[in-house]
């Protein structure tokens, strides 16, 4: 009866990359959506305020590690690069001192492609550090 059927993973949740003055954090949708791969490279779309991370292989130029093998990629993945970091901020005339950014991604089949709009990124506000009493 369920001859020709085929298995769909669901996932829980959107995509989406979170911007802070600590890394750039990607969720385990986005890892997923990308395949696992082992190395991306960063496309910067300036005047639509997009950002978008793209699978190549390991001899592209400006590749970085992506996902390693043996993590689990529901963890997702972190990035810590400052300079991308402070790009991203400038490009989205915010500031990564005084809140952290959320932005949901889509992924292109075509382009092998998760692409993020910054101008609908939302805001939040900082995790305090809980003082211990005692």
Do not use: P
């Amino acid at each position: 009866m369920l001859s020709g059927f085929t298995k769909v993973q669901i996932l829980q949740g959107s995509s989406f990359m979170s911007i802070t003055n600590n890394g750039i954090n990607f969720n385990g949708n986005v890892v997923f959506h990308m395949q696992k791969t082992k190395y991306v490279i960063f496309l910067l779309n300036t005047t639509d305020q997009q950002i978008a991370i793209q699978k190549c292989d390991d001899e592209e130029d400006g590749k970085i590690l992506f996902f390693r093998d043996g993590t689990n990629w529901r963890n997702g993945v972190r990035i810590n690069n400052r300079e991308l970091q402070q790009m991203i901020a400038r490009m989205m005339s915010r500031d990564l001192d005084k809140y952290n950014y959320r932005a949901d991604g889509v992924y292109s089949d075509d382009d092998h492609a998760m692409i993020f709009d910054l101008k609908n990124a939302r805001s939040f506000n900082k995790r305090r550090k809980q003082q211990s009493s005692g």
